[in-house]
């Protein structure tokens, strides 16, 4: 079946840190990879994806590589602000109408 | 340009009594899907609708769930006799097109079972 594993939260970083927030996938055949973002209130928002293996995804100083070989899509920000603290989501879609979602991964980071 | 909206967004029932949440796609949106967030979970998929279809309904609960989206108005979820196992987040996401990989969600409605 289709899954995707996420690291663990809650995560808590320094401003200018670097993130890395894990995240592999099971599934069959080719999907699409996901990174959702959801500020406090508000319900989710894309933050980048990939479509095919080695594309990297790429929004707002956040990337993503899509990794075939070890089925991984793990986020990472070399340097982390405030106004990224969040709750992140991992997600993969075969066909577009089904998105199969991480649990989640909450980020704070501090002045 | 609204985007996609959900209410209430906190509801309150008791164990027995039923559920309505509603849900209005952007506009220009016929594509709606329900998602079930339970605490300490990832958002599970339920249910995928366009206009007075349902297209794919995998991931609903077999008894006491349903859902409509009517030719008029907003999506509706509907859970009868709700338990304390149905408290959960519920999102809603739209899309303009099937099979689009770019899914909009509203803000959620979090239903507490007392």
């Known amino acids: 079946g289709n899954s995707v594993t996420q690291m663990e939260g809650p995560v808590t970083l320094s401003e200018e840190a670097f993130l890395t927030i894990n995240c592999t996938y099971t599934?069959?055949?080719?999907?699409?990879l996901f990174w959702y973002v959801q500020y406090p209130g508000e319900g989710l928002q894309l933050l980048l994806k990939?479509?095919?293996?080695?594309d990297k995804g790429s929004n707002k100083g956040f990337e993503a590589t899509y990794r075939k070989e070890t089925t991984s899509f793990h986020l990472e920000k070399g340097s982390v602000q405030v106004s990224d603290s969040a709750v992140y989501f991992c997600?993969?879609?075969?066909?577009?109408?089904?998105?199969?979602f991480g649990t989640g991964t909450s980020l704070t980071v501090i002045p | 340009n609204a985007g996609v909206m959900q209410n209430p967004r906190h509801l309150v029932r008791r164990r027995g009594q039923e559920a309505r949440l509603r849900c209005s796609p952007m506009k220009g949106h016929s594509h709606v899907y329900w998602y079930r967030q339970l605490p300490e979970e990832g958002l599970k998929f339920m249910v995928y609708l366009q206009k007075e279809n349902i297209i794919d309904e995998s991931g609903m609960p077999k008894e006491r769930f349903s859902a409509e989206f009517p030719k008029e108005g907003p999506s509706i979820l509907r859970i009868q006799q709700v338990v304390r196992g149905d408290s959960a987040a519920y999102f809603c996401?739209?899309?303009?097109?099937?099979?689009?990989?770019?899914?909009?969600f509203g803000p959620g409605t979090r239903l507490t079972v007392l």
């Open positions: 997600a993969l879609s075969k066909t577009g109408n089904q998105f199969y």
């Open positions: 990939a479509t095919k293996a080695d």
């Open positions: 996401a739209s899309s303009g097109t099937t099979g689009s990989d770019t899914q909009y």
């Open positions: 599934a069959t055949g080719y999907p699409s």
